[in-house]
């Protein structure tokens, strides 16, 4: 049995993006609070990744639906993840 919360959210931006940083650090603290993990990924080392989101990171994706692109919201995101353990 795995010590690891189940990933819920994804963060996917690039390396020496400020709002990246910015929205790591919002993901992490929320993601902590509840007892959910998160995974992270670059559009630098996927380039469907990097077509899709190159002009909207960071973007946030809640259970692989997309939630938020540019700033991530906490309260937004708690009540996404309150509302996915619901449903």
């Given at each position: 049995?795995?010590?690891?919360?189940?990933?819920?959210?994804?963060?996917?931006?690039?390396?020496?993006?400020?709002?990246?940083?910015?929205?790591?650090?919002?993901?992490?603290?929320?993601?902590?609070?509840?007892g959910v993990g998160?995974?992270?990924?670059?559009?630098?080392?996927?380039?469907?990744?990097?077509?899709?989101y190159a002009e909207?990171?960071?973007?946030?994706?809640?259970?692989?639906?997309?939630?938020?692109?540019?700033?991530?919201?906490?309260?937004?995101?708690?009540?996404?993840?309150?509302?996915?353990?619901?449903?």
């Amino acid at each position: 049995m795995s010590d690891q919360p189940p990933v819920r959210v994804t963060l996917i931006g690039k390396p020496g993006c400020h709002l990246c940083d910015v929205a790591r650090a919002v993901v992490a603290e929320v993601t902590a609070q509840l007892g959910v993990g998160f995974a992270e990924l670059s559009i630098l080392d996927d380039p469907d990744l990097r077509a899709r989101y190159a002009e909207q990171i960071p973007v946030t994706l809640v259970d692989g639906q997309q939630h938020d692109f540019w700033r991530v919201s906490p309260e937004r995101l708690r009540a996404a993840l309150s509302a996915g353990e619901q449903g």
